[in-house]
């Protein structure tokens, strides 16, 4: 068995998978319940000043993703710091308590849960281009504590921009993605929105967020030292291990937490731990930054390619001949590519569920997932 502990900020993790500040860690009883899954630590669904009034209906599942009008802990301050925090230390598991969202309002309750807390992540769900509210936020934590503080950042085009300047305002890590949005679902039958927001609006997560995730995690870990907390669309292990490819070191879920149950949390371990062994790696920290390091090597030797077909592992179904708009692809007998007039776009490899396409410029650890 492959070696998924890890240490952050000194921090010691059984394994890098935990919830995300959200329902599924709304109190402490579920708080207990991720630890009792298999999570590796626990986030505290973020709290304020006062309780959130939380519209309603506030979650639903939407095509590829799921969609949220969530906010804040609608539990007051004295309630979490009466019950829920204490049963949330009782797991044992390090505790990373979310705060919201001022400077002002951090600084008031920083001081309050400094008794309970093994790290804070502070979310701003801040996606203006001025960065002195989130630096603002992070300065009054930091006076405030003296453990580490991490920093949730939005989806940004300029997300390594704001990943430095986090990190030389004393960061200690970053959590990177917030939900996506707003965004809009209609309910066909009503014709009304399917979040109750005054405007109908809500905010996107689950699984058709994870290539933005990806993304900024990747930009971000390839341009700062401190270490980033991958969060936004992982549904299983190699979801998991794509994170931590791109350079996260841990793994937070939400949404399939919700979906799922909290047992999804040392499913998606086993299935880390099953991908780790099944290609060879000892440990996560093997495969940590593992596409930023191979990225420099595989733009330098670059040159298009025809994907090779393991002719055992195809089933003939026709989805990659379907969706091949240059027409190299058929079936007579077995399946064949024309290289003349192959591409090498690839979207046949990730079409494959079937595993038996891929891209010989492409290592294992590089190819599409299938599934």
């Keep these: 068995m492959a070696n998924v502990s890890t240490t952050i900020c000194g921090i010691p993790f059984s394994n890098p998978v935990m919830p995300a500040a959200g329902p599924t860690s709304k109190d402490g009883a579920m708080c207990q319940a991720a630890a009792a899954g298999g999570a590796g630590a626990i986030v505290t669904k973020t709290i304020s000043v006062e309780p959130a009034a939380v519209p309603r209906p506030c979650m639903a599942e939407v095509k590829g993703g799921f969609l949220n009008t969530e906010l804040?802990?609608?539990?007051?301050?004295?309630q979490w710091l009466e019950t829920e925090y204490k049963l949330a230390k009782d797991t044992g598991l390090p505790l990373i308590i979310g705060l919201g969202y001022t400077a002002e309002q951090i600084a008031e309750l920083a001081p309050l849960v400094k008794p309970y807390a093994d790290a804070l992540e502070?979310?701003?769900?801040?996606?203006?281009?001025?960065?002195?509210?989130?630096?603002?936020a992070l300065t009054a934590a930091k006076k405030a504590v003296d453990v580490p503080v991490f920093m949730k950042m939005s989806p940004h085009p300029n997300i390594q921009e704001i990943a430095l300047a986090m990190e030389a305002a004393g960061a200690d890590g970053l959590v990177m993605i917030n939900s996506f949005g707003p965004c809009m679902s209609i309910d066909l039958d009503s014709g009304l929105p399917l979040m109750g927001s005054k405007s109908g609006y809500g905010w996107l997560s689950g699984a058709a967020i994870k290539p933005l995730a990806i993304r900024c995690i990747y930009d971000a870990a390839s341009v700062v030292k401190i270490p980033i907390?991958?969060?936004g669309g992982v549904t299983n292990g190699r979801d998991a291990?794509?994170?931590?490819?791109?350079?996260?070191s841990a793994i937070q879920v939400c949404t399939e937490g919700i979906l799922r149950g909290p047992n999804v949390y040392g499913k998606i371990v086993s299935e880390l731990n099953q991908f780790l062994d099944s290609q060879g790696y000892a440990s996560i920290e093997d495969i940590k930054g593992l596409t930023i390091r191979k990225m420099k090597e595989w733009e330098a030797n670059f040159t298009p390619a025809v994907p090779e077909v393991e002719q055992k592992k195809c089933k003939m179904c026709g989805a990659c001949e379907a969706s091949c708009v240059y027409g190299a692809i058929s079936r007579s007998g077995q399946l064949q590519i024309d290289g003349d007039k192959c591409f090498g776009c690839s979207l046949c490899v990730s079409r494959c569920r079937f595993n038996a396409l891929r891209m010989p410029a492409l290592s294992q650890s590089q190819e599409g997932y299938h599934g």
Aim: a negative charge; hydrophobic letters at 45%.
């Design 229 to 231: 907390l991958g969060v």
């Design 72 to 78: 804040w802990s609608e539990l007051s301050k004295e």
């Design 122 to 136: 502070l979310s701003t769900h801040y996606i203006g281009k001025d960065l002195s509210p989130i630096i603002n």
């Design 241 to 248: 291990a794509e994170m931590l490819m791109a350079g996260a």
